[in-house]
């Protein structure tokens, strides 16, 4: 036995054992999504009334775990950078907390001390013979979390893939380990409708040979992945990897050879699919796993020439401003990595960034497209930014527009039934 294994023997207890490194008052992080460590966190929510004023921060939990009681707030509490399933209805009945963030400057604010960062729980791969674990799934915020952090616990576990990167812990860094063998969440790819694909359609024409290319959770995103098969030379620079772009890689249209930066290289900093692409992922030198502040900085991002975003919202008004993360006041996910990306498209040399969304909802009763947004809603994406808009009846191109500009060109991509309104108000507005 040498003197990592030593080390690791001497750290590995039952996950009951190893949640008592947080201490009354912490706030312990935990990664994004299926980086969650499930027997540390089933562990901690059993335990849940030993515990006084204790916080879990993270982004998109995938389970819905004891502790996210509000009849224990006192003991543990859930705070939100992204709300999920899960978390939403606390959101929305007021007793989960959010914090507002742009994904990319997470890992800033925790160096910085304005996120309380005491301990990290993540799920992590086995040891290598160098004595390193790699936080594969979800590197994001869980990376600097860990320099800020007085204790590190990790869940070990032989389903999680060991990625290339900036992703890996050392066991000297590890305050205490548990091991599991459970098989990692498998997410399905969404459901795609007639709606989604002619959204699709639209953004897959603009997407040229040799881009480079972000692209959000969703059927819209996946209905444009499953319309690139005849590209060539695609690259990858996002948040997420998916099993849409395994489907891209399978079908030989993912290259990266075009790409300034990283060049034949995927870079993501959260995996979120099937056991396929996590099987994808281990020791894969074409995929890199990266902090959130390198894959989602818009300098870094934007370096790559022909960067095309492609994200989408629930709402937006005529002046061109994005409500992507609420219903009014009412929390639906986060800030997330939307703005990051548009502003990185942006100011990448050919590069688009895309907000899609279908016109209506609420099946047809209701317009995506807004005069003013409804009251409370929060601005994720704003009017400075935004430049191409997509509904299934068309496109937009909103930078460097007028306001008039802007409005007519919206509202000749809305539902044809509210096109008569839309431009009644816009007239009100004095904007027609």
Known sequence: MNAFHSQYASKCRSASDAIRAVRNGDTIVVPTAVGEPPALLTALSEARRDFQGVQVSQILPVRKYGYIDPDTLEH???TAYFFSGATRPGGHEGWID?????FSEIPQMMRRGHMPTDVVFSIASPMDEHGYFSLSLAPDYT???IEKARAVVLEVNPNVPFANGNCLVHISQVTALCESSDAITEVGLPAIGPVQKAIGGYVAEMIPDGATLQIGYGGIPDAVVMQLVDKQDLGIHTEMVGD???SLVEAGVVT?????CHRGKIMATFALGSKKLYDYIHRNPAVEMHPVDTTNDPFLAGANDKLHAINATMQIDFIGQCGSESLGHRPYSGTGGQADFVRAANRSEGGKAFIVLPSTAKNDTISRIVPTLTPGTHVTTGKNDVDYV?????VAQLRGKTAKQR???????AHPDFRGELRAEAVKL???
């Open 76 to 78: 543990v509490r859930h």
């Open 98 to 102: 959010y914090r507002p963030a742009y």
């Open 143 to 145: 990376m600097a979390a």
């Open 244 to 246: 849409g772009i395994l």
């Open 256 to 260: 990266g050879q075009r790409k300034n």
């Open 390 to 394: 997509v509904t299934e009846y068309g």
């Open 407 to 413: 409005c007519e060109a919206l509202i000749a991509i």
């Open 430 to 432: 004095k904007l027609l």
